[in-house]
């Protein structure tokens, strides 16, 4: 799968994907990362991509004819495989269940907006989706577009080492509706603080049931929303 990125500032990207998961698998050649400096379809001297908005307000938008032609030419004749995304707080709130989506796809082009934002026909007429990582506002849209990479790239084949462990894990189709379970490592004894006592039971049926009532557990606490919207899809099931 292929994942572009475009922005006004590249060098964002150095950190985030030269190490762990996504670096192993770009070493593999399961993933290709492609950051675009938008400034490289401006026709000016001083490489303008920004302009105020019209109506009058607060700061700058990035213009839409940068944006069009970057991705009219990264794709030129775009394939049912390959979606646009602009990041947006506005946007639909991006999820695991997005990132399995999406990680069924050939390539993924991420629109990072910048300052008060861009021009709606960007929204309009060349993004596929408009989407949101939190209802949170950022300064720009390469971290968002850092963590849509992260998480849909750990999601293609071959990628973690264990298949296993992005099917058990908080808000994978396995656990819907429910968190994963809380893990300890060693030491048994911790600054007084032990470990559930059936983990060091070897007894495999006895740990897989205190496994899930914890999990439970801590999603009423934590994430009471889940339980209830977990509940709505099954009612919807029936
Ligand atoms: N004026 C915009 C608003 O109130 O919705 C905020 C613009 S923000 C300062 C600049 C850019 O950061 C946005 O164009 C978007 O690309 C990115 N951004 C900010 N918050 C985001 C979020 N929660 N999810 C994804 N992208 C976000």
Redesign the pocket.
């Known amino acids: 799968m292929t994942f572009e990125a475009l922005t006004i500032f590249p060098e964002f990207f150095r950190g985030p994907f030269e190490h762990g998961v996504v670096a192993r698998a770009h070493a593999a050649g399961v993933l290709e990362i492609r950051i675009h400096d938008l400034r490289n379809w401006t026709p000016d001297r001083h490489r303008t991509v920004d302009d105020r908005p019209f109506g009058g307000g607060e700061?700058m938008l990035?213009k839409p004819a940068p944006v069009f032609e970057a991705v009219e030419s990264i794709w030129p004749q775009r394939q049912p495989g390959q979606r646009v995304v602009?990041?947006?707080?506005?946007?639909r709130m991006?999820d695991q269940a997005m990132a399995r989506r999406w990680a069924a796809l050939d390539g993924l082009l991420l629109?990072?907006?910048?300052?008060?934002?861009?021009d709606e026909r960007v929204a309009e007429h060349l993004a596929d989706e408009e989407?949101?990582?939190?209802?949170?506002?950022?300064?720009?849209?390469e971290?968002?577009a850092a963590v849509v990479i992260d998480a849909v790239a750990r999601l293609l084949p071959g990628v973690l080492g264990n298949e296993a462990s992005a099917v058990n894990e908080s808000f994978s189709e396995m656990e819907a509706g429910r968190l994963d379970c809380p893990q300890y490592t060693r030491p048994a004894e911790f600054r007084g603080w032990t470990v559930p006592e059936v983990l060091l039971s070897g007894h495999h049926e006895e740990i897989r049931r205190w496994r899930a009532g914890a999990a439970l557990e801590k999603t009423r606490r934590l994430r009471p929303d889940l339980i209830s919207a977990g509940q709505e899809v099954g009612k919807h099931h029936e």
């Not at 602009?86 to 946007?91: K, P, V």
């Not at 629109?111 to 861009?118: L, M």
């Not at 989407?131 to 849209?141: A, F, H, K, P």
Request: glycine share 24%; hydrophobic share 45%.
């Open positions: 700061g990035l602009l990041l947006s707080a506005q946007g991006f629109i990072c907006g910048r300052y008060e934002g861009v989407v949101s990582i939190g209802d949170y506002v950022l300064s720009g849209g971290l968002a």
